[in-house]
Nanobody, 131 residues
Framework: QVQLVESGGGLVQAGGSLRVSCAAS?????????????MGWFRQAPGKAREFVAG????????VYSDSVKERFTISRDNAKNAVYLQMNSLKPEDTAVYYC???????????????????WGQGTQVTVSS
């Protein structure tokens, strides 16, 4: 089973930067490893639905962002380290949320943007942006 563990959340002032990380371990039921998974970041603010933030395909060569974070956030992955990162710049109070890492088994090297297409989830890390 694949386990995902996020880290790096915290409190930052508006306009600041933060990088959250997600470490993966284990294999899928069919024996696939991290490098075979599409990865994504989602977030959920109090009283709101979980929303897609950013996604990256298996190789790291294709990324997709939500309009709300485009040009401020950068997703990247290191398949040698079994890790995916989310660099967040120019943070705003509305970015405050619990950030979740997710991994999805894909037959093609695509980016997955819908939560129900992800197979594995981390426990989340809190990011709080003060005004």
């Amino acid at each position: 089973q694949v386990q995902l563990v996020e880290s790096g959340g915290g409190l930052v002032q508006a306009g600041g930067s933060l990088r959250v990380s997600c470490a993966a371990s284990g294999r899928t039921a069919s024996g696939r490893t991290f490098s075979n998974l599409a990865m994504g970041w989602f977030r959920q603010a109090p009283g709101k639905a979980r929303e897609f933030v950013a996604g990256v395909n298996r190789s790291g060569g294709w990324t997709v962002y939500s309009d709300s974070v485009k040009e401020r956030f950068t997703i990247s992955r290191d398949n040698a380290k079994n890790a995916v990162y989310l660099q967040m710049n120019s943070l705003k109070p509305e970015d405050t949320a619990v950030y979740y890492c997710a991994g999805g088994i894909t037959t093609l090297a695509i980016v997955v943007t819908r939560a129900n297409e992800y197979d594995y989830w981390g426990q989340g890390t809190q990011v709080t942006v003060s005004s």
